[in-house]
């Protein structure tokens, strides 16, 4: 991160969808513990963030800023208290879904149930707004999407995820989504992985499903439940298919083209950066936080202006953090 220049990083929350009830709240809260742990053994490098101001004094004082989400509304259990408590623990956003729906919110790559956000989610974006919480969209269902812009009084968040145009994945928005949510002030941050930047990449993984079969079959047999042990291995095994020639290599240049094609639809103040580097597989000069400054210098390359690389390197979401915390402020 200190190589990369990162000022700030959301550390996500994030346990399997298949794992509901009081288990992901006990994970969750787990897992906010485990942040909390890092951020305090390392206080000359990280420091606890909620707000803009917070990002704004950290950068000031040379520390990276540690802001915790929540990956996966699954672990509030369909309880307003839960939310409340990750709200005072400091959890900036909540996404709605993961890979599976929730009990009130349809997930992009689930089996609809809900006809995208129910009268209990349409509550619970509310309670979020007045909790001064970001509404995160990424993974949900077009539908959802469309209910939470409906629902939602401050603007939303799609965190990680890409241009549709580029990559028809159903994780990625649509031209005509990435023009909603910037009419209501919202960001979307382009996502890293492979398979949500190429279409090439895309049409191979479906071609061959045996290929992520056989990858986390081999991942879980060397690493067992170790789930960090078995996202890398399954990295080495992917790369290792690239490298034999039965899977495309996706460099990382691609990630430009998904920030030039959601600046065109959206506008340059809706578009930032959301790596998702803990949970995808990276594209080829882009395997970690250190190269980031390959993507400021590319979009010199590509013409863009200091001003609206600051927007895209930043400066976009914590607009968006400012308009929820005022939205907030104006219900309490």
């Not at 460099?251 to 639809?265: G, P, Q, R, S």
């Amino acid at each position: 991160m200190r190589e990369g220049g990162i000022g700030a990083i959301f550390f996500a929350v994030w346990i399997r969808g298949t794992i509901t009830g009081k288990a992901a709240v006990e994970k969750a809260f787990a897992q906010l513990a485990a942040i909390e742990r890092a951020v305090a053994k390392y206080p000359n490098d990280l420091v606890a963030a909620k707000t803009a101001g917070d990002i704004r004094r950290a950068r000031s004082a040379g520390k990276i800023a540690v802001l915790r989400a929540i990956e996966g509304a699954h672990m509030m259990n369909g309880d307003l208290d839960v939310l409340r408590e990750f709200a005072s623990r400091g959890v900036s956003y909540m996404t709605l879904t993961h890979v599976q729906n929730t009990d009130w919110a349809d997930a992009s790559t689930d089996k609809a149930a809900h006809n995208g956000l129910s009268d209990f989610g349409k509550t619970t974006i509310r309670e979020m707004n007045r909790l001064g919480m970001i509404v995160d969209v990424s993974h949900v269902s077009d539908k959802t999407l469309r209910d939470v812009l409906a629902a939602s009084e401050a603007p939303v968040l799609a965190s990680h995820s890409s241009c549709f145009s580029i990559c028809a994945s159903p994780r990625n928005l649509t031209d005509e989504l990435i023009r909603e949510l910037a009419a209501r002030r919202g960001v979307m941050q382009i996502n890293f992985h492979m398979g949500f930047l190429s279409q090439e990449f895309r049409d191979a993984e479906k071609a061959h499903p045996e290929y992520d079969k056989q990858t986390q079959a081999e991942a879980l047999r060397i690493c067992g439940d170790n789930e960090a042990c078995q996202l890398l291995e399954e990295d080495r095994l992917l790369r290792g298919l690239i490298s034999a020639g039965k899977m495309p290599r996706v460099e990382w240049t691609k990630i430009l083209d998904h920030v030039d094609h959601a600046v065109k639809v959206g506008g340059i103040d809706h578009v930032g950066l959301g790596s998702d580097f803990d949970g995808a597989a990276m594209p080829y000069g882009m395997e970690d936080a250190s190269r980031f400054p390959w993507i400021t210098e590319e979009l010199v390359q590509r013409g863009y202006s200091e001003e609206e690389i600051r927007k895209i390197l930043g400066g976009n979401v914590l607009r968006l953090m400012q308009d929820v915390e005022a939205a907030a402020a104006s219900r309490n």
